[in-house]
């Protein structure tokens, strides 16, 4: 079945260090891909979103791009904050017993230090 | 996304209705649970009033969808791998055109412990 894939966490960064954090996917069909943020404490929110190959997402200073021929879709930001500090989960739609649905990666945590 | 209670501790074997409400008239609401190293895993959905439909691990658990806005997602005899982060969404139902281009919004889930 389709299914997403993301690097282990946890990720331990300085304050203004670069992020990239890692999504590969398997997928039968084109599906959609996203990015959700959850905060200490808060539900899952949605970061950004990618419908079709090529595309790039972008909110908040971080971006990923649709990369079809890698089936990827890694997330990053230039320069980051204490307020990153949170668990990013990867996500794509699947089309599968007749109904469309989410499927989440395992998440990964970030932590950022001053 | 309202989820009620945000924090539970049960015993074995007792039963419990978890609680999520919208207010954004959305017809599409799911129930995930949250575990460390798993990510999230869809229990059920719902795309209509007094509809329902099995997820990937619905194993343990019922639902009950009364009014648009309400979907409950229950325990009738709990064990201790039943602890976990329990989430809560909705959307716009996921067979609109439009749908992969839209948001789930998330609740902001039931701590449950099962002892």
């Known amino acids: 079945g389709d299914s997403v894939t993301q690097m282990e966490g946890p990720v331990t960064l300085s304050e203004e260090a670069f992020l990239t954090i890692n999504c590969t996917y398997t997928?039968?069909?084109?599906?959609?891909l996203f990015w959700y943020v959850q905060y200490p404490g808060e539900g899952l929110q949605l970061l950004l979103k990618?419908?079709?190959?090529?595309d790039k997402g972008s909110n908040k200073g971080f971006e990923a791009t649709y990369r079809k021929e890698t089936t990827s879709f890694h997330l990053e930001k230039g320069s980051v904050q204490v307020s990153d500090s949170a668990v990013y989960f990867c996500?794509?739609?699947?089309?599968?017993?007749?109904?469309?649905?989410?499927?989440f990666g395992a998440g990964t945590r970030l932590a950022v230090h001053p | 996304v309202t989820q009620t209670p945000k924090f539970q501790v049960l015993k074995t074997g007792q039963s419990m209705t978890l609680q999520c409400a919208q207010d954004?008239?959305?017809?599409?609401m799911s129930w995930y649970r949250q575990d460390p190293g798993l990510g999230l895993r869809l229990i059920y959905f719902?795309?209509?009033?007094?509809?329902?439909e099995k997820g990937d691990i619905p194993e343990g658990y019922s639902v009950s969808r009364e009014k648009k806005e309400r979907f409950s997602l229950i325990l009738e005899s709990a064990s201790t791998n039943q602890t976990s982060m329990y989430l809560c969404?909705?959307?716009?139902?996921?067979?609109?055109?439009?749908?992969?281009?839209?948001?789930?919004?998330f609740g902001q889930g039931t701590r449950l412990t099962v002892v």
């Open positions: 969404a909705s959307s716009s139902p996921p067979w609109d055109t439009v749908w992969p281009n839209t948001e789930a919004f």
């Open positions: 997928a039968t069909g084109y599906p959609s």
């Open positions: 990618a419908t079709k190959a090529d």
């Open positions: 996500a794509l739609t699947s089309f599968s017993g007749g109904y469309n649905k989410l499927i």
């Open positions: 954004m008239n959305h017809e599409y």
């Open positions: 719902s795309y209509d009033v007094k509809m329902k």
